[in-house]
């Protein structure tokens, strides 16, 4: 009996042994199952996700025009203080002194893509956008203004 | 058709002519060695450059694919960086042995190639005992990894090294006994009448299933005894961040690695001489007219197919199966590897005595 | 703290001392093991945590409700969703907050995805520390599939940062539900895969079988919880026990095994990704139709007392206190862990094992070092 059980332990030994290389010998053959993604060079036919969070942008129309009122929700709702609003005071054709938004520091070095300071926006001025690489040789360049030089708000946004 | 004995025995004549015999031989000599060690060169560069692609593949990913067309120039790459790494002595560490480590390594590989029969009647030295050198050689290559471990003064080094060093002791008595089992069915020990007795078929197919049995013990064996997956505890990664080449950089580490993969090549291409038939081309029985075909192929490509067959379905273990545990490892040689090898050998006796293979 | 400072070398009766990472190649993180060795026998194992301590209950006292969320998909980030599910319902279980039924389906199948892709990598990293290399590969082409799913709803592949208190985000994207149904079909007809590489291969089976034993008592003194102690037959999976969102729905099986070895725990984890592909196989088509967030208020503020909720991750139990002084920040915050309870039981299992064996441990441990760490 002790004959029977070692020679049924080889066999069944062997045999998982083949069953594990057949599967490996499998993708061996099969070149069509590679999934690699050659990064540098697909850049072009790269499309990633709408919703995918890369950094914090404020979009602007033709006009240079864009939507942020200077509320400072986005700043009151970032964990980790990574905007910053910075506010004046601008004169309206009427003559009265009305709040805008002079720059809005957004230092990328911090910022934690969680998101939330998009959805605590009430009047939708940011957006993530979907770019990844944000690497850059001098430090500097990861604290970015979002509103562009001379742009004002649209109409009817309050 | 060209051949490699003629470009050879060219060579030799000329040698004769033109010098005294002396200095033939010694040119001889100085030309073999250069061979040997630009046949070592290119092999590790080939072979490293064949473990990464197939491993690559069977692992659904490409292999390197940006130094050169196809990735091939990488092992280029590969000995430069080890060219310029510094090669660092570890602080207590016994300098002599640890220089020597590598050195031993690489002189064993290079003394073990010298019965091979890499065409026909191209060979470096026609020894009539030539499968009990190679036995008798490949015995050394334990001092070398026990004596790297022990000069390299670290504990890691120390416990891998003492795990190789059983393992190789144990694992060569199935080697052995692999080998013998072909011994007693030729009946000679020299390489040159194993291949030449098999003109009428590899052993592989006369020598039916107890050769087989054979074969299968004499791959496990020989992975085991080049420290190769799934048998490498020796300089398992996982566990013991490589355990008795550690303390090596650079140059010698270079080595070390040749030596492996060198190795892998040696013994792949004892199991090809004996098993597959060396640079015989496949003849079937008293197929004339198929056996003319076949030798329309030159024999040095046969005896490099065969060899790289062997060489892949060693690098396939490595990538498939993960690793034994030292005392499981020991348990598979004395509990069942010699046991079956020496029934195997019994039973290749009667067969041989009886004739019962083809 | 005197052994702490005493010089690494040989103990009296011929041990020595070794130091297994913190930098290792048995990628689990920075855990750092002193381990005392008598040849190959482990005589006592140490660990020595806080490599990866980056204080986060402390800075969640300054950060607000909505703010201390995503904190916590960094400390186990396998099981991100998870544990951002278990933030949230401690803050609605304070601010008495009724979640729709559509965020409560959405949660569970990220959630259940999340325990799948937490699997896929815990087999392949398994397997790679066992010395075979292949599976990890293998597991990671399944990984990528979840991945992708999660970017195209939530925004991220690995911290996700998508529920909030009173549901999730943003709705689910238009494609999630054939892309899912496309990754159930991938999954099954992969699952065979694993079991021909791995689970039936012989060197496997005896590298795992009879090694790491825990006991049932022992599981249940140490704390352990999740597919540790199920594999010791305890019965302690949270979605049973404790059901919370849509867990009292659905139909699966609890996976138990009797074993107590590595081997028992390896079958546990393998089984509940087949139990979690069934669970998003009976809600994928169910979705029902609703709010995906609640309305609450801008600012939360929970009223004043203390407040516990256990989810059940990938690794464990995890659970989450607050104490609440009635401000917009808590006063403190306490994460229980998993993986700090599982660690525990190491050195019990690891004593008069192999050094062989303390890796196979360690893989069924399933441990991440941050979670531990936090």
Known sequence: MFIVKYIKEVFGAVKSLLVGMKRTGYYFTHHKEIITEQYPDNRETLNL????????????????EHRCTGCTACELACPNGTIKVITKFDITPEGKKKKAIDKLVYHLELCTMCNLCVVACPSDAIVMAQTFEHSVFDRAELTKILNNPGSKIMEGIE | MWSLAGITGSIQQWLQETFSPTWALIL??????????????????????????????????????????????????????????????????????FNLAPFLAIIVAML????????????????????????????ISVISILMAGWASNNKYSLMGAMRSGAQIVSYELSAGLAILSIVVLTGTLDMNEIILSQSDGWWIFK????????????????????????????????????????EYSGMKFALFF?????????????????????WMPLHIGNWQGFNHVMDYIPSSVWFMGKTFFLIFLIMWFRWTFPRLRIDQLLNLEWKYLLPIGMFNLLLITVMAILGWHF | MQHLFEEIGTTNEGDIVINVGPQHPATHGVLHLVITLNGETIKKVEPHLGYIHRSIEKMCESLTYRQFIYVTSRMDYLSAHINNHACALCVEKGMQIEVPERAQV???????????????????????DLGAFTPFFHAFRERENINDIMEETCGA????????????????????????????????SKFDEYNEMVTGNVIFRNRMKDVGYLSAEDAISFGCTGPTARGSGVSCDIRKIYPYEAYNKVNFEEVLETGGDSLARYMVRLREMQQSISIIEQLIDNIPEGEFQAKTKAVLKL????????????????????????ATTPYRIRFRSPGFSNLSALDHMARGSKLGDLVAMMGTLDLVIPDIDR
């Open chain 3, 157 to 188: 592949r690995l911290t996700m940062n998508y529920m909030v208190p009173g549901g999730v985000m943003a709705d689910i994207h238009p494609n999630f539900q054939r892309r899912v149904k496309s990754f159930i079909e991938l999954f099954r």
């Open chain 1, 49 to 64: 996700p709408e919703r995918f969070k890369g950094e914090v942008v404020m979009p602007h129309d033709e006009n240079n």
């Open chain 2, 112 to 139: 073990l190639m010298a019965p091979i029969a890499f065409a026909r009647d191209f060979q470096i030295w026609n020894i009539n005992i030539g499968v009990l050198y190679v036995s008798a050689i490949s015995s």
């Open chain 2, 28 to 97: 001889q000599m100085v030309l073999v060695g250069v061979a040997v060690i630009s046949l070592f060169a290119v092999l590790g560069l080939v072979l490293v450059m064949m473990e990464r692609k197939v491993s690559a593949w069977m692992q659904i990913r490409l292999g390197p694919n940006r130094v050169g067309p196809k990735g091939m120039l990488q092992s280029f790459a590969d000995t430069l960086k080890l060219l310029v790494k510094e090669g660092m002595t570890p602080g207590g560490a016994d300098k002599f042995l």
């Open chain 3, 303 to 326: 009223p004043k007392g203390e407040f516990y909720t256990r989810v059940e991750t990938a690794r464990g139990e995890f659970g989450i206190y607050i104490v609440s002084e009635g």
């Open chain 2, 258 to 278: 040749l030596a492996e993969y060198v190795n892998v090549f040696i013994v792949c291409s004892i199991g090809a001489t004996l098993f597959l038939g060396g």
């Open chain 2, 207 to 246: 020598g039916h299933i107890p050769v087989i049995i054979a074969f299968v013990i004499f791959i496990i064996a020989v992975t085991a005894e080049t420290n190769r997956a799934p048998f490498d505890l020796a300089e398992a990664e996982s566990e013991l961040t490589a355990g008795f080449h550690t």
């Open chain 3, 106 to 128: 959405i949660r569970v199948l990220m959630d259940e995805l999340t325990r799948i892709a937490s699997h896929e990598l815990w087999w392949g990293a398994m397997a790679m």
